[in-house]
């Protein structure tokens, strides 16, 4: 699969512009992490339906058409908007995260062992 490489992107500038675009709208105070995981969880669900009944191999041409790539980076940006601003209620460091997120899988998913294999790590 071809990798393609996007633009620099300055996650905690990205950050306060979401808390600055909620607080510009007082909507802070509809922002539980309840609230914003339950969001999460709905826009996911949006990107999910726009591949729903698409077999895998035509899932990867689908980002090709103008119409449904312009759909798909709608909800991935709702998707990082909600989840940027679950950071920010939350004051969890999302670089930080990713970084432990990856050492762990690191150890759990040892390349030596599952390349090429898509596997839970207990089964490897």
Not at 107 to 116: A, E
Request: charged share 30%; net charge negative; aromatic share 6%.
């Amino acid at each position: 699969m071809k990798k393609k490489a996007g633009k620099k992107c300055d996650l905690e500038a990205l950050k306060g512009e979401v808390l600055a675009f909620a607080e510009e709208r007082e909507w802070l105070q509809f922002h539980s992490p309840k609230n914003l995981s339950m969001a999460i969880a709905s826009e996911s669900a949006e990107l999910m339906d726009l591949f729903l009944w698409c077999e895998s191999h035509d899932s990867r041409a689908l980002p090709e058409d103008a119409e449904s790539r312009a759909r798909i980076e709608e909800e991935l940006a709702d998707i990082l908007i909600l989840t940027l601003q679950m950071a920010n209620v939350t004051g969890i460091d999302l670089g930080q995260a990713v970084r432990t997120k990856l050492e762990a899988n690191s150890r759990k998913y040892p390349v030596s062992l599952c390349r090429g294999r898509a596997l839970k790590y207990t089964e490897l």
